[in-house]
């Protein structure tokens, strides 16, 4: 069946980088996305990338997809306590039609001062 | 421009008591969605619609009803509200042109008693 896994908490120190990881099932998945949401409000979205792609950067934030795996990360440089927040992997799994997302548990990120 | 609109923000209700939430969109666009968010489950699909007049389950449909009247408007109706039925509620859109992410609402909070 169609999951998308993420690990449930990410610690860092300001200043460092963060890597927050996903893995999917359905290799039908045309696009991949990253939400963020801040406590008590909606879904951001921060970025999303083509499934034909490796690599998307966005300044301070950088995806990389490994199809092969299913993985999927997401790199945010130079990490700022604005960042903690929890972070949603999704995927739009071609066979299910482009508008229905299946999501991942969400990572929550702490910054530390 | 509202983006997506969802109403009310908070709600209580009692065991048992009718209620509709609110979501409306002003992008003209064909897909709208409800989800619900619950701790350590990310976000699941409750009803979804690809355009007026069409409506169809998604992955946690039960106790919930959906129409889709014009193409602004998405209520999703609670007929007899259980506690179980206890979440976030986020409505999304999205068009099917140039393949555009999901727009979400900032949710609605609804506790069952």
């Known amino acids: 069946g169609e999951d998308v896994e993420q690990s449930l908490f990410l610690s860092v120190r300001e200043g460092d980088s963060s890597v927050i990881n996903c893995t999917y099932t359905?290799?039908?998945?045309?696009?991949l996305y990253w939400y963020k949401q801040e406590p008590g409000a909606g879904l951001q979205l921060l970025t999303y990338?083509?499934?034909?792609?490796d690599m998307k950067q966005d300044q301070r934030l950088t995806v990389l997809l490994n199809k092969k795996d299913k993985h999927l990360s997401l790199r945010i440089a130079d990490t700022q306590t604005g960042d903690s927040a929890i972070y949603f992997c999704?995927?739009?799994?071609?066979?299910?039609?482009?508008?229905?997302?299946?999501f991942g548990t969400g990572t929550r990120l702490k910054v530390l001062a | 421009n509202a983006g997506v609109t969802q109403t009310p923000k908070f709600q209580v209700l009692k065991t048992g008591q009718s209620m509709t939430l609110q979501c409306a969109q002003d992008?003209?666009?064909?897909?709208m969605s409800w989800y619900r968010q619950d701790p350590g489950m990310g976000l699941r699909l409750i009803h979804y619609?690809?355009?007026?007049?069409?409506?169809d389950q998604g992955e946690v449909p039960n106790g919930y009803n959906v129409s889709r009247s014009t193409t602004e408007d998405f209520p999703l109706r609670l007929l007899s509200a259980a506690p179980s039925q206890t979440s976030v509620y986020f409505c999304?859109?999205?068009?099917?042109?140039?393949?555009?992410?999901?727009?979400f609402g900032d949710g609605t909070r609804l506790s069952i008693l």
């Open positions: 999304a859109s999205s068009t099917d042109r140039d393949n555009q992410p999901q727009h």
């Open positions: 359905d290799s039908s998945s045309t696009y």
């Open positions: 990338i083509f499934s034909n792609m």
């Open positions: 999704a995927e739009s799994p071609l066979t299910s039609g482009t508008y229905k997302y299946i």
């Open positions: 992008m003209n666009h064909e897909y």
């Open positions: 619609s690809v355009g007026a007049g069409i409506t």
